[in-house]
C-alpha cells in the first residue's frame, strides 16, 4: 500500500477542511489507518485513528468533538474532515496505515505513510 494526502490549505479560525488519503493496492480494507500532524517546531501528534474495517475510531483530545475521520474501503480512501479549526491546528497532516488493523495512537505502532499534508490556520 501506498499513500498520497491531499486538501491541505489555508483556512481561517473556526473554518473546515477535509483531508482525503489516497491508497494504492488491493489490501487497503485490511489496513487500520490514522492520521498524525506535526507542527513547526514539535514533535509528531497523533490525531485520530480508525480500525480497518471503519468500525471503530479514537481520537486525540486535542482534536475530540471537531474532527471525523472515515474510511472507504471501495475507495480506498479515509478522510479527515475538521472543523472549528483554531491556529493551534496549524501543521503537516500525515495519514498512516498499519497492517495490523486495529487503533493504537503512537508513531510507531504504523507501518507505512503517507508524503503529508500542509493545513494553515490563520487567526
Known amino acids: 500500500v501506498q499513500l498520497q494526502a491531499s486538501g491541505g490549505g489555508l483556512v481561517q479560525a473556526g473554518g473546515s477542511l477535509t483531508l482525503s488519503c489516497a491508497a494504492s493496492g488491493r489490501t487497503f480494507s485490511r489496513y487500520g489507518m490514522g492520521w498524525f500532524r506535526q507542527a513547526p517546531g514539535k514533535e509528531n501528534e497523533f490525531v485520530v485513528a480508525?480500525?480497518?474495517?471503519?468500525?471503530?475510531?479514537y481520537y486525540g483530545d486535542s482534536v475530540k468533538g471537531r474532527v471525523t475521520i472515515s474510511k472507504d474501503n471501495a475507495q480506498n480512501t479515509v478522510y479527515l474532515r475538521m472543523n472549528s479549526l483554531k491556529p493551534e491546528d496549524t501543521g503537516i497532516y500525515y495519514c498512516?496505515?498499519?497492517?495490523?488493523?486495529?487503533?493504537?495512537?503512537?508513531?510507531?505502532?504504523?507501518?507505512?505513510w503517507g508524503q503529508g499534508t500542509l493545513v494553515t490556520v490563520s487567526s
Open positions: 480508525i480500525t480497518s474495517s471503519g468500525g471503530s475510531t
Open positions: 498512516a496505515a498499519r497492517s495490523s488493523g486495529g487503533i493504537i495512537p503512537r508513531v510507531s505502532a504504523y507501518d507505512i
